[in-house]
């Protein structure tokens, strides 16, 4: 994560909502403009696609990491995914217009917001780079290495979702 001042830190948590989400709550729904950057202190967050019917999971956002759909928060266009509560969990959400405010009277809040983007699409580069570039085994593998935590919370459904696999397949690659 990138750096920023205990004073920054304290403008930017003065102007976030605090909320508790329980399991399978909804943030943000299909259709709905995203406002907000989300924080998540305590849980985690999930983000997914409804395919015809079909939940595709596209992120997982877990304790201490951001979170927000980059093309509606830009775009002020309606969301195309859903960004739903895992299991408990506490957020902090930052509006777009205050954070905006925030980033003309602070330059130190506007270079670690515009930081904080940029880890963003690099996140979303790289999970997208994991479907061009490794077999459903290595991406398994990338996994265990990078993202442990999703190992350990998610549900094997989900994971094979995101994984872009069938179940049946996640437990063969887990076998070996």
Do not use: W
């Not at 830190?9 to 909320?19: P, S, Y």
């Not at 709550?25 to 015809?52: A, N, S």
């Not at 809040?109 to 699409?121: A, C, D, H, V």
């Amino acid at each position: 994560m990138t750096e920023i001042s205990v004073s920054s830190l304290g403008k930017l948590f003065e102007i976030a909502n605090k909320r508790q989400f329980k399991k399978g709550e909804f943030i943000l729904k299909p259709g709905q403009v995203c406002k907000t950057i989300m924080f998540v202190e305590e849980g985690y967050l999930r983000t997914f696609i409804d395919k015809d019917g079909t939940e595709i999971n596209t992120d997982f956002t877990f304790e201490g990491n951001f979170t927000t759909n980059l093309k509606s928060l830009r775009s002020a266009s309606s969301a195309d995914n859903s960004i739903q509560a895992g299991e408990i969990t506490i957020i902090y959400e930052f509006d777009k217009d205050k954070l905006l405010e925030l980033y003309n009277v602070s330059a130190e809040i506007e270079s670690f917001g515009r930081k904080l983007l940029e880890q963003l699409l690099i996140a979303q580069e790289e999970h997208t780079n994991l479907f061009k570039i490794y077999s459903p085994t290595e991406r398994y593998h990338y996994l265990q290495t990078n993202k442990p935590k999703i190992l350990q919370r998610i549900s094997l459904s989900q994971l094979s979702s995101y994984l872009g696999i069938a179940r049946e397949t996640l437990s063969r690659i887990r076998k070996k």
